[in-house]
């Protein structure tokens, strides 16, 4: 087997690893943006009323509030928020990471794939 021969092994070993994985992670990721739609975002202001503390924002063209969780330890205050898009009565206090995650995992994976693609076909022009 010569190095060139070798070389398309690897890189054909590659693309099925890449392609393989890649393509699924930027599926799944396009279908998350698909349900979620688009976070934009938004100034909350927190206070602390009865002991609990509230958030409020501004959109959709309406004042907004919910009871922050306990996960959610935010401090009295200003802070940036995320707000769907969709739904403005929905906010978030920090953006949303799964679907970039994703979408930046399949994009790495889907990019060896593709070179690996090249690679492996270079014995076939030469």
Not at 9 to 28: D, F, H, K, Q, R
Not at 31 to 43: C, K, Q
Not at 62 to 85: C, K
């Amino acid at each position: 087997m010569s190095p060139l021969d070798a070389l398309a092994a690897v890189g054909e070993v590659l693309s099925w690893i890449g392609l393989g994985a890649g393509i699924p992670l930027l599926i799944v990721a396009g279908m998350i943006a698909l349900a979620e739609g688009r976070w934009e975002p938004v100034d909350i202001a927190v206070i602390e009323r009865d002991g609990e503390a509230i958030a409020r924002w501004f959109a959709g063209g309406d004042f907004r509030e919910r009871p922050l969780t306990q996960r959610e330890n935010v401090t009295d205050g200003w802070h940036e928020g995320f707000v769907s898009v969709r739904s403005p009565g929905h906010v978030r206090m920090t953006a949303p990471m799964l679907r970039r995650l994703l979408a930046t995992l399949g994009i790495v994976f889907a990019g060896v794939g593709i070179i690996g693609l090249v690679v492996s076909m270079i014995p076939a022009f030469t």
